[in-house]
């Protein structure tokens, strides 16, 4: 159990999304930079899918109400306990009465932070993920509040649990880490590849030339569902409308004004915009940790590249969920 | 992607991302196009693919959401995963063939139109030079296809409104048009399933949700049904406020 005693900037429950009910409107929600909610879970031994907290910009202050095991992937806005930094990318030992705090902004700009055994929300059609605009999921369908109360589920007692000295006065460790399974460097211009998207010949050739060689800006007003990006205007040829259709996670659609969207996890089921490229699956996770007021180039690859990035991604996920239950099974 | 004799006249198949095809379907009327995105959504209901994840149906085409992992595992690797799909797509369409789709159920809608509901009715009349009570009965006397569910949960695009009706969307978009407005945009009509920003012309609104949180019928609404609106006082309105559990 966590008590919540500041909130910080966004701090939201999710899993790895909503599936199954795009058809009837709910979208997908869940963690904007999966793969790093990914390996908090296996870090904790969790399933791959259970909720963590996803933390933007500005750390939550939480205590720790019971002695659990914890593991905080992602950006790296600088955990600590008694001012002490907590490592990231490691199962953490953190006993009852620590008070988990957060520094600033270091790299990326969310993390994650998984609980042995997951948080206890219930699960609201097959989620337990928060959708902020319909209210629905994670805690009480919200960002968590000053106040509240963070459960964990029920669950076999933690390897780790029983090795660490509890006595430790802030948290105890293990030597081990995961990782990153992407770079997570604070580039001046972060690289993101992407595919041709439904409509990429209808755009004018200035605006294709203009797309790859010119660089981006990710707007402030960029959030869950999307983020906005300042840079060429993007013109398209023809003018006729499109009928509503899918749109897809990674999406870069092209409203009316010319300046392109980023489709993320909270992004509508359907839409009617000119769609100019698809940000391959691998790549989602450098957009999501990119902050407002940096910049992004795009970079064109084939299918089969984007299709051998994404199996070569989830066999990296796999080894590193083997070798990490290889080092608990010898605790 | 010429190789398949059900191509080129009907429909084409193309890749949306790594993980999404795209079956779009050509050369015919809206209806008739309609007719097929529903019954290749019933294939795909009744007999999924193996690392098929979900799908999304469109006015005019149908996206298939996908693992290429789930897909490749004891695959022959010569071949890309859309190819895969594709193929598995190819021989769910012709599995559609030879399906009959359920009746389409018809779903009656109470709304309270005008006053503090519906802003903008008076808008939309001095725009058509009509009345208010002319609007009102334009709207509500017209039987509307559900031709697919998107935007916000249970939102339905609607067909069939009467043109006479139509009006452009507001020149500055409202912060917060609440759950449950019924409005025009266009010569579109359709209701707020969220309270949510938006630009349409507000008309009327309903006290009947449009979703709810259950997994065998979360949205009130299904692509294929057909909507009815009838007014109702605000009396009414105020009274008839509640969940939807089966239709």
């Not at chain 1, 948290?171 to 690289?191: I, L, M």
């Not at chain 1, 409509?199 to 050739?205: E, K, L, V």
């Not at chain 1, 402030?220 to 009928?243: A, C, F, N, V, W």
């Not at chain 2, 709810?212 to 309105?237: H, R, T, W």
């Amino acid at each position: 159990m966590f008590k919540v005693w500041k909130p910080g900037f966004l701090t939201t429950i999710q899993d790895l999304g909503r599936t199954g009910f795009q058809k009837d409107g709910f979208i997908v929600s869940g963690a904007i930079d999966p793969f790093s909610l990914r390996i908090a879970n296996i870090l904790v031994g969790n399933s791959e899918q259970e909720a963590g907290l996803e933390i933007t910009l500005q750390g939550p202050t939480l205590s720790v109400e019971e002695d659990t095991v914890i593991a905080i992937t992602g950006g790296d806005l600088t955990p600590m306990i008694q001012n002490n930094p907590l490592p990231m990318w490691r199962p953490i030992f953190v006993p009852k009465g620590s008070l988990i705090e957060w520094g600033g902004c270091k790299t990326g700009c969310r993390a994650y932070l998984s609980v042995a055994g997951g948080l206890s929300v219930p699960k609201v059609l097959g989620s337990k993920s928060t959708y902020l605009r319909a209210g629905i999921g994670g805690f009480e369908g919200r960002g968590i509040k000053k106040g509240d109360t963070l459960f964990i589920e029920e669950k076999p007692e933690h390897p780790l649990l029983s090795v660490f000295d509890k006595d430790y006065a802030d948290f105890s460790t293990v030597s081990w880490q995961a990782s990153p399974p992407y770079d997570f460097a604070n580039k001046k211009t972060k690289t993101v590849r992407v595919l041709p998207g439904v409509h990429y010949s209808q755009f004018t050739n200035e605006s294709l030339d203009a797309f790859f060689q010119e660089s981006f800006q990710v707007h402030t007003q960029s959030d869950r569902m999307g983020y906005r990006l300042h840079g060429p205007l993007l013109e398209r040829r023809q003018k006729d409308e499109i009928l509503s259709e899918a749109v897809t996670l990674g999406t870069v659609q092209v409203p009316a004004d010319g300046n392109p969207v980023i489709l993320l996890a909270d992004r509508q089921t359907t839409g009617g915009y000119p769609r100019i490229a698809q940000v391959i699956s691998v790549d989602i996770s450098v957009v999501a940790q990119t902050k407002p007021g940096e910049q992004l180039h795009f970079k064109a690859v084939t299918w089969g590249e984007a299709e051998s990035l994404y199996v070569d991604r989830q066999i990296d996920v796999h080894s590193i969920k083997s070798s990490t239950y290889e080092k608990l099974r010898q605790v | 992607m010429n190789d398949s004799p059900l191509q080129g006249n009907s429909f084409q198949i193309f890749p949306v991302s790594e993980t999404a095809a795209m079956v779009q379907f050509y050369n015919e009327s809206r209806e008739q196009t309609h007719v097929k995105v529903r019954t290749l959504s019933l294939v795909l209901d009744q007999s999924p693919f193996v690392g098929m994840i979900e799908y999304v149906p469109g006015f005019t085409s149908l996206t298939v959401y996908y693992d290429p992992f789930m897909l490749r595992k004891n695959k022959d690797k010569d071949i890309s995963t859309f190819e895969m799909v594709k193929e598995l797509l190819e021989d769910k369409m012709k599995q559609g063939e030879t399906l009959s789709l359920p009746v389409n159920k018809l779903v009656r809608i109470p709304v309270v139109y005008g006053g503090e509901y519906g802003p903008d009715l008076k808008e939309v009349a001095d725009y058509n030079h009509l009345t208010e009570n002319d609007v009102i009965q334009k709207h509500s006397d017209v039987t509307y296809l559900v031709y697919m569910i998107g935007f916000a949960p249970g939102f339905p695009y609607l067909g069939g409104m009467d043109q006479d009706i139509a009006a452009p969307r507001k020149q500055t978009p409202r912060t917060s048009v609440p759950a449950g407005s019924v409005g025009i945009a266009g010569s579109q009509t359709g209701v707020y399933s969220l309270t949510t920003p938006g630009g349409w012309q507000i008309i009327g609104r309903t006290s009947k949700p449009l979703f709810q949180l259950k997994e065998e019928n979360p949205s009130l609404l299904q692509m294929g049904d057909y909507v009815q609106f009838y007014p109702i006082s605000a009396e009414e309105y105020e009274s008839g406020k509640g969940d939807f559990v089966d239709v």
